[in-house]
């Protein structure tokens, strides 16, 4: 899959985001290294820290379908600014993949790539605590 094809499926997915609060709609796809593709929203909830992003739902699609070989990630929002993975979603994906490539789109769909190495250098993993 091309990376315009992948941010095409994360834009498909920021329009069925539930984001009555900020507005701020978030669209995201995951792909696994079969080119499998999993889809997510942002879904907001009154209880501001119940809110789970839409990287984190793709994430969890995927690991409930039996899928954590993840390859890249694409984000997008209706925003003319990157949209960029917040710490927690960093954290969340990089217990799958230390690897994974990072596709930060804006609503004209220029997008910016960054690798995990780039947005997390220093992640926590269950190495440290062995």
Not at 39 to 47: F, K, L, M, Q, V
Request: hydrophobic fraction near 40%; glycine fraction near 4%.
């Amino acid at each position: 899959m091309t990376y315009k094809e992948l941010i095409k499926r994360a834009e498909e997915a920021m329009w069925t985001a539930y984001a009555p609060y900020s507005r701020y709609r978030v669209g995201a796809a995951i792909e696994c290294r079969d080119g499998t593709v999993f889809t997510g929203c942002n879904i907001e909830n009154a209880a501001y820290g119940e809110c789970l992003c839409a990287e984190r739902v793709a994430a969890a699609k995927a690991v409930s379908a039996g899928r954590t070989d993840f390859m890249r990630i694409a984000v997008i929002s209706d925003s003319d600014e990157y949209c960029m993975p917040c710490g927690s979603c960093r954290q969340f994906l990089s217990e799958f993949s230390r690897d994974m490539e990072f596709l930060c789109a804006r609503k004209d769909t220029s997008y910016v790539c960054y690798s995990m190495k780039d947005l997390l250098p220093h992640a926590f993993s269950s190495e440290i605590l062995y």
